[in-house]
């Protein structure tokens, strides 16, 4: 599975808007780029995804490098149940296989 | 979307015992598949339930040790058998892929059962 990397920690304050980055230079043509984050003492949960084009959703935005090796996870007004573990993965496109690869992920701390 | 239950969502077990854990999914999801998550620590991927057949497993993890069931579309269990205290860790079920199939949907994750081995 080809390779994303992330900040460990990241800190925003409530009601503004936060950039997670990820770095995944190695991303081939049929990686689908995912987002699920993971709110303490809960199992992970679907965020946003996307292949090439930027995309939007009620629970945040997906941007996507024009070369597709970074992407940003933007949340447009932070809240604090927003806190959680973020972690961006690359699913292969193709065959039965949908399962995700998570790494150590960005913990975003939302203040006050 | 779809909605996945466990049980036990935790458990305190003797040591050289086996747990079994229960994860049942509302609507019928092409694939499931069981993680550990031990403390602060990401979500390690032990093996793909496959219905009808023997569990794919991850590098590191065995059948002996974790032997999995998938009857259908909907149900799949986990064992931990022959439990330690280094099997103490957070057990998670996912599905994934509906019914249609469609190869970029999301998957779902159970609540977790806490498995705590003494």
């Known amino acids: 599975d080809a390779k994303t990397t992330q900040p460990n920690s990241m800190e925003s304050n409530e009601e503004e808007p936060v950039h997670l980055p990820c770095n995944h230079s190695t991303i081939s043509g049929t990686d689908y780029i995912h987002w699920y984050r993971q709110l303490p003492s809960q199992g992970p949960e679907y965020v946003i995804h996307?292949?090439?084009s930027n995309v939007n959703n009620r629970m945040a935005s997906l941007a996507i490098a024009e070369d597709r090796k970074s992407s940003t996870l933007i949340l447009h007004r932070a809240t604090l149940r927003d806190a959680a573990v973020y972690y961006c993965?690359?699913?292969?496109?193709?065959?039965?296989?949908?399962?995700?690869?998570f790494g150590k992920g960005t913990l975003l701390t939302v203040n006050p | 979307s779809a909605v996945i239950s466990q049980k036990p969502s935790r458990d305190i077990c003797q040591r050289g015992t086996s747990l079994t854990i229960q994860c049942q999914v509302d609507?019928?999801?092409?694939?499931m598949f069981w993680y550990r998550q031990q403390p602060g620590q990401s979500l390690t991927l032990i093996a793909t339930a496959n219905q009808g057949s023997e569990a794919t497993y991850e590098s590191g993890f065995v059948i002996d040790k974790f032997p999995i069931s998938r009857p259908n579309l909907t149900f799949s269990t986990l064992t931990v058998s022959n439990m330690s205290p280094e099997d103490s860790s957070i057990y998670l079920c996912s599905g994934g892929g509906g019914g249609q199939g469609g190869i970029d949907t999301e998957a779902f994750f159970g609540q977790g059962t806490r498995l705590t081995v003494v």
């Open positions: 996307g292949l090439t």
């Open positions: 609507s019928q999801v092409t694939m």
């Open positions: 993965i690359l699913r292969a496109v193709g065959g039965s296989n949908y399962k995700l690869t």
